[in-house]
């Protein structure tokens, strides 16, 4: 599927074409799903305590992964639907968020979260952000099933709240 979106550079000088992206929902990743797919070792990021959570440590569960930046139209645009996924989702144990600051401000973001009265985890990247997860335009999401593996890579603003992602993530809720 191909649809018009608008997406920022990710910090690094480098810009996207984001006025067209291959957008991917759950059911249709934009990645070539390969046999020897790259594992997650090693990928993790920091919370607020600056407490590594690794990838690998959340394997049982469908991982929610949101690269932005404060200074991101289309991601301030799209934290309000990502905020009511997560209240959608606030007593299924089997979903985590992580909202990644591409910026590593966890300061600036979180006054961002506290004045736009969002409920979203804050984590800040923990070393290189590996180019399968995070290209040259955010916001970009990535989901993981259960098993760890990535399921989609969406880049660009989404509504997250849309009856196909709904309806997406409970079928990857109930694998």
Same mark, same amino acid.
Do not use: Q
């Given at each position: ?6 997406? !920022? ?62 200074? !991101?139209?289309? !991601? ?100």
């Amino acid at each position: 599927i191909t649809l018009s979106v608008l997406a !920022c550079s990710n910090g690094n000088g480098k810009v996207n074409d984001s006025t067209k992206s291959e957008v991917a929902t759950p059911e249709t990743p934009s990645a070539p799903v390969v046999e020897n797919e790259p594992t997650n070792d090693g990928i993790s990021f920091l919370d607020e305590d600056k407490k590594a959570v690794a990838l690998n440590d959340l394997k049982g569960k469908v991982v929610f992964i949101n690269f932005w930046a404060t200074w !991101c139209p289309p !991601c301030v645009r799209e934290m309000p639907s990502i905020n009511n996924l997560k209240k959608h989702y606030k007593n299924n144990k089997d979903l985590v968020f992580l909202m990644v600051d591409v910026d590593g401000n966890y300061d600036v973001s979180k006054k961002f979260m506290e004045k736009n009265d969002l409920d979203l985890p804050l984590y800040m990247p923990n070393g290189e952000i590996p180019s399968r997860f995070l290209g040259n335009s955010i916001p970009t999401t990535v989901i993981l099933d259960k098993t760890g593996k990535m399921v989609a890579r969406i880049e660009g603003g989404r509504d997250y709240m849309a009856p196909e992602i709904i309806s997406s993530m409970d079928d990857l809720l109930e694998k």
